[in-house]
């Protein structure tokens, strides 16, 4: 069993910098991804980044990758979306969450397919002048 706690959203201005936290409690029975994945109002979930336990690969999806930097720190079980040069579309309720046995390949479309085994509550992030 896996529990997920994220934090850090909030209010920042267009071009300002946030950094969201998501400690893991639990354990998997092996391999897992913890990816990042955000809701618009109004809009589908979609895939911001993923990490991978295996071999320690990390994707992003187009939207972010310039912008965002996804980073772990294993001895606290705890992953961290740095989040730079923030727009008003990227305001919406991130998500920690782990999928077992799978890869961040195809991170997005694994996401739509099959959906993530564990889910953290979500933090707001809203960015808006």
């Known amino acids: 069993e896996v529990q997920l706690q994220a934090s850090g959203g909030g209010l920042v201005q267009p071009g300002g910098s946030l950094r969201l936290s998501c400690e893991m409690f639990?354990?998997?029975?092996?391999?897992?991804?913890i990816g990042w994945v955000r809701q618009a109002p109004g809009k589908e979930r979609e895939a911001v980044s993923c990490?991978?336990?295996?071999?320690?690969?990390?994707t992003y999806e187009d939207p972010v990758k310039g912008r965002f930097t996804m980073s772990s720190d294993n001895a606290k079980k705890t992953v961290y979306l740095q989040m730079n040069s923030l727009k008003p579309e990227d305001t919406a309720v991130y998500y920690c969450?782990?999928?077992?046995?799978?890869?961040?390949?195809?991170?997005?479309?694994?996401?739509?397919?099959?959906?993530?085994?564990?889910w953290g509550k979500g933090t707001l992030v809203t960015v808006s002048s």
């Open positions: 969450a782990v999928q077992e046995g799978s890869v961040c390949h195809g991170f997005g479309w694994r996401l739509r397919t099959y959906g993530m085994d564990y």
């Open positions: 639990g354990s998997t029975f092996g391999d897992y991804v």
């Open positions: 990490t991978s336990s295996s071999d320690d690969t990390t």
